[in-house]
């Protein structure tokens, strides 16, 4: 039966594929296999029985995997009616029990001990009661953990929805073993039950604890204070990046009761993040200067190259192309331009003119700048990452009743945080791949990372704070490694995608580099005073409009004044408050929880009655929605229900297309 079907193949007659040329041999064999699960899974997710569902999924998959052109049709069919059940089926099965296995033995031996369940307390101040969940990997005893003053926080991924600490137990369990650090990876609770922000302030919420009980609440012993590295993958790298930005901007600005020091990590390693939900198709000049910075461009020329190579190989002979060796161009773009005043009717006119006869003339001019496509349209048909999944993310992560302004909500998108903030952050690590759908995002984030940092070497050397013969040294602050050939979620599978795990010893090398360093001032403890709009009890928290709290295009105020209109955050989960003092919880895991995620599972009682308070707010005459003099009285009503009938869809209240039995 293969043969026949394959034939064409076998034989050499069947055209190529189109994806084949774009990623390496060995990421596209993987991304085959890893389809072939995913619509094995999503064929037998509607099995009721779970060991059924379990034994049948193995099954499809193994049949998908020689009709591999139904297995595309299957996962295109699926993605095109994406819900939050279908994300869930397809990212959680590493943790099925078979997968599971199958990778464990695939697995090399990396530590003696097993990972340990935990629960963190919450902080005093903080206005959430539910402790935190984590896993802690650590290749020692409970006596040796204790002496460790070295901490690696994870924030692992998933889009927001999805996969807990155990579906990342390749890198995790990797990076305890060669490091010998513990690895704390927290299970945060995912969207749409628990929509934004609730998972950034989860994750804050740990990493206060630990600094204020000086690592005690894990199991250090807490004589000195434990330095932290911050880890993320796609969706973590997300939240481990907005983390930061909260620390920095709690320095000095903390609750008076909460009177501590909080230090900022002590640097970030950041794999493949999604660090801006302005999904946009087209790149900006500045943008593009950031991209083709000259002291970056020949270590990224691959990735430089290939933004205009549609254009390129659209132009004809006679077409005016932009000079290739002309830095001057993108030099001028990271320069401050003086202010200009708006030009009068005579210039428009003379402009108008002087432009006409240009035209006329028919004379080709340079082009300064060059047309190209962000790489999530360049990467449109992409295997692992797609534009319906990130669409089904972010509306699932932000919620019906939230308004965000994607341009400026720098705790939502951090590639557009000021540069006040970025200037403050520790040396960051990034790897990703060259044919990511968020590489561009990637790419600019670590621009403005190294422009914020120019820019506060250069201010501190007009003070003399700096020695005249020191040069700036980039690479002191960011790092950023393009993978060829590769896109999304390759860490994710590196039991059929080996390459991978070099990639794990990797980031692995860059923590050992970063605890090696000395520690810099950014790291010393900083007392914490008044509170601000948007960070109460450090806490991130929504406007009325749905928003974060605050004026101005930064989308946060730094009055010291706590805002008067906010919707009231209704924390969920169920947990009595917890003391700092409390005595540690942890127990030993020999084998993963089953893991069963159904409509009713996300639809659970926590999320209704989390709608049901929502309802009621809305209601409510004293917490009337605000609405801006500029909108139609309609406007927020017709956004609620655009935005809810979208998420209802996602939560597979509608009829999404999922092939079962």
């Known amino acids: 039966?293969?043969?026949?079907?394959?034939?064409?193949?076998?034989?050499?007659?069947?055209?190529?594929e189109p994806l084949a040329n774009l990623y390496s041999r060995s990421y596209f064999r993987a991304t085959w296999i890893t389809t072939a699960l995913d619509a094995g899974f999503w064929t037998a997710m509607k099995i009721r029985n779970k060991r059924l569902r379990d034994l049948a999924s193995m099954v499809f998959s193994a049949y998908y995997l020689i009709a591999a052109e139904q297995a595309d049709e299957k996962?295109?069919?699926?993605?095109?009616?994406?819900?939050?059940?279908h994300m869930r089926v397809a990212w959680n099965k590493p943790a099925t029990p078979y997968l599971f296995s199958i990778t464990s033995l695939l697995r090399p031996h990396f530590t003696r001990y097993g990972p340990r369940a935990l629960r963190i307390p919450r902080p005093s101040s903080s206005g959430y009661d539910a402790p935190i969940d984590a896993f802690l990997y650590f290749n020692g005893s409970l006596s040796q953990l204790q002496k460790q003053t070295n901490l690696v926080l994870d924030v692992p991924g998933g889009g927001f929805v999805a996969m807990d600490p155990r579906c990342h137990?390749?890198?995790l369990l990797a990076w305890a073993g060669k490091t010998g650090l513990p690895i704390l990876s927290l299970n945060y609770r995912k969207a749409p039950e628990y929509p934004y922000p609730y998972a950034l302030n989860e994750c804050y919420d740990a990493y206060h604890s630990i600094v204020a009980t000086k690592g005690r609440c894990i199991g250090l012993q807490g004589d000195d204070d434990p330095r932290i590295v911050l880890t993320g993958d796609s969706a973590g790298g997300n939240l481990a990046t907005g983390v930061t930005l909260m620390i920095i901007q709690a320095v000095g600005t903390g609750p008076q009761q909460d009177h501590i020091e909080l230090p900022l990590p002590a640097g970030l390693v950041l794999i493949y993040p999604a660090l801006d939900m302005n999904i946009g198709s087209w790149m900006t000049d500045d943008q593009m200067?950031?991209?083709?910075n000259p002291r970056t461009a020949k270590r990224q020329e691959n990735y430089v190259r290939r933004k205009s190579?549609?254009?390129d190989n659209k132009w004809s002979l006679s077409t005016p192309r932009p000079s290739e060796t002309d830095e001057n161009v993108f030099e001028e773009m990271f320069k401050t331009k003086p202010a200009q005043a708006e030009p009068s009717a005579s210039q428009l006119l003379s402009d108008v003119n002087a432009q006409k006869t240009l035209i006329a003339s028919g004379k080709p001019q340079p082009l300064k700048t060059r047309l190209a496509v962000s790489s999530l349209i360049s990467y449109f048909g992409d295997r692992i990452l797609t534009p319906e999944m990130m669409r089904a993310m972010i509306i699932l992560y932000v919620g019906p009743y939230a308004r965000p302004d994607f341009t400026t909500d720098h705790l939502l998108s951090p590639a557009v945080a000021p540069e006040t903030l970025l200037a403050r952050f520790p040396k960051t690590y990034i790897l990703t791949g060259e044919r990511d759908p968020l590489v561009d995002d990637t790419v600019i984030f670590a621009g403005r990372l190294r422009q914020a940092k120019l820019h506060l070497f250069r201010e501190r050397?007009?003070?003399?704070?700096?020695?005249?013969?020191?040069?700036f040294d980039e690479r002191a602050h960011v790092e950023i490694a393009?993978?060829?050939g590769i896109s999304h979620g390759f860490l994710q599978f590196v039991s059929v995608f080996p390459q991978g795990w070099k990639h794990i010893f990797r980031c692995g090398r860059w923590i050992e580099q970063i605890f090696r360093s000395k520690p810099t001032a950014f790291e010393a403890r900083q007392p914490t005073s008044k509170s601000i709009s948007g960070l109460t009890n450090g806490h991130l928290k929504l406007a009325a409009t749905g928003g974060i709290s605050g004026s101005g295009g930064s989308g946060l105020e730094m009055n010291g004044q706590q805002p008067q209109r906010h919707h009231r955050r209704f924390f969920t989960g169920e947990s009595s408050a917890d003391d700092d003092d409390v005595p540690l919880e942890m127990t030993a895991l020999n084998r993963p929880a089953a893991l069963s995620f159904s409509p009713e599972t996300a639809r659970g009682k926590h999320f209704g009655r989390e709608n049901q308070r929502m309802v009621e707010r809305e209601q409510s005459p004293e917490l009337e929605r605000s609405k801006s003099t500029a909108s139609l009285a309609s406007e927020d009503g017709l956004l609620k229900r655009r935005m809810n009938g979208l998420t209802i869809g996602l939560m597979g209240g509608g009829g999404g297309a999922?092939?079962?039995l």
């Not at 996962?75 to 059940?85: F, Q």
């Not at 200067?289 to 083709?292: D, E, H």
């Not at 050397?461 to 040069?471: A, C, D, H, N, Y």
């Open 75 to 85: 996962v295109r069919k699926v993605r095109a009616t994406l819900t939050v059940d």
């Open 309 to 311: 190579e549609d254009i």
């Open 461 to 471: 050397k007009e003070l003399g704070l700096e020695e005249s013969k020191v040069e």
């Open 1 to 16: 039966m293969y043969v026949a079907r394959n034939f064409a193949k076998i034989t050499g007659l069947e055209s190529p």
């Open 289 to 292: 200067a950031l991209i083709r």
């Open 658 to 660: 999922g092939g079962g």
């Open 169 to 171: 137990e390749d890198k």
């Open 482 to 484: 393009l993978i060829p």
